[in-house]
């Protein structure tokens, strides 16, 4: 962003300019979650001190004059721009449930609109009175859609069939697997995480994975399989999932802290979600166990409980053996191809 900015200015354009392309870019990052959690705080003081600075540069005693104008332009960003949103959206072949929470999201003035018109009354272009209107949009529009984002979904289904007016009649509908946020949660995919990811395409269930490997990211992206960028430890992270509709939460990170802080997510986001985590230790097991984990995957002993039930079905199956060795040679083939490796503990 620096760099960007930098260049920018060096070339005689603003700063700002620079710094807003950059972070458009940055916006489209797989990472962007992780950068946005991480610059949370930064991002907040700056926004309290653009606040303040616009507050200091408005003058209220405008404020009685221009009411009118202001409560007059409120409802038609509050109203009309979310109306063209859906419109637009309609004709483009989007269904009602995605241009409809679109169009809410958008219900409210832009802080570049203040940028712009601050700008016009520091170059002596725009009357001064303007700023302080343009000021009491952005307050009631920013207020009101706050409100209307929160009870969108109540929105959504009173006015569904109005909202079908702008729908296409020729638009694909989406399937209930579309509709629906994911239903599992899969943090970590390399090594167990590979065979969970291969269960439940096969069984067809929504789902979402993080993982922290760019690598990783990047190849699962390139399989249109639904990933995110991001630490587990990060609590913002764990915050910003859709949580929604999650019935499901499994994690392969065998470190207690992390394991604990996504038991904690999940009990606070999504009480009734079975969450399965990963440990080596008892000790750390039991803990897991009592802090409120459905079950603690531990490979070592899950190893030998596989072995107890295939000498069981040997006996009942002559060749379950050689079935059982082609399966095991296919995906160690499939893990070795993805760069995949057993961890070498002597404990």
């Given at each position: ?17 620079g ?22 705080s ?21 404020v ?12 038609l ?8 949103v ?25 802080e ?13 272009t725009v ?32 006015l ?29 995919h ?28 990047e ?52 009480r009734h ?6 440990s080596?230790d ?13 079950f ?6 899950l ?13 009942r199956?002559t ?8 399966q095991?040679l ?6 070795k ?11």
């Amino acid at each position: 962003l620096f760099v960007v900015a930098g260049i920018f200015y060096t070339a005689g354009f603003s700063i700002e300019v620079g710094a807003l392309l950059a972070g458009v870019t940055l916006s489209m990052s797989a990472y962007r979650f992780e950068i946005s959690a991480r610059l949370r705080s930064i991002r907040d003081f700056f926004i309290i001190l653009f606040f303040v600075l616009l507050g200091l540069s408005t003058d209220f005693s405008y404020v009685v004059a221009v009411l009118p104008s202001a409560l007059l332009l409120s409802a038609l960003v509050l109203i009309g721009k979310p109306l063209i949103v859906m419109l637009v959206m309609g004709r483009l072949g989007y269904t009602r449930r995605t241009y409809f929470f679109t169009g809410i999201s958008l219900a409210q003035v832009s802080e570049f609109s203040f940028i712009l018109v601050a700008l016009g009354v520091s170059a002596g272009t725009v009357p001064e009175e303007l700023l302080t209107t343009v000021t009491l949009v952005g307050i009631i529009t920013i207020t009101l859609s706050t409100y209307l984002m929160h009870y969108g979904t109540q929105l959504f289904r009173a006015l569904e069939r109005v909202a079908g007016i702008f729908e296409r009649r020729d638009v694909a509908r989406e399937t209930e697997e579309q509709r629906h946020e994911p239903r599992f949660l899969l943090f970590g995919h390399n090594r167990i995480g590979y065979a969970l990811v291969e269960y439940l395409h096969k069984a067809r269930a929504p789902f979402m994975v993080i993982d922290y490997d760019p690598a990783v990211v990047e190849r699962l992206e390139t399989q249109n399989v639904p990933v995110r960028y991001g630490d587990a430890s990060d609590a913002e992270l764990l915050h910003s999932l859709p949580w929604q509709k999650i019935e499901c939460i499994l994690s392969t990170i065998p470190t207690e802290e992390v394991s604990m802080l996504i038991i904690q997510a999940g009990r606070r986001y999504r009480r009734h979600a079975r969450v399965f985590v990963t440990s080596h230790d008892i000790d750390e097991a039991l803990r897991l166990y009592r802090a409120g984990a459905s079950f603690v995957i531990m490979p070592h002993f899950l190893g030998g409980n596989f072995l107890a039930d295939a000498l069981a079905h040997i006996k009942r199956e002559t060749r379950y053996v050689e079935r059982m060795r082609r399966q095991a040679l296919a995906e160690l083939r499939a893990r070795k191809a993805l760069g995949q490796s057993h961890p070498h503990d002597t404990t």
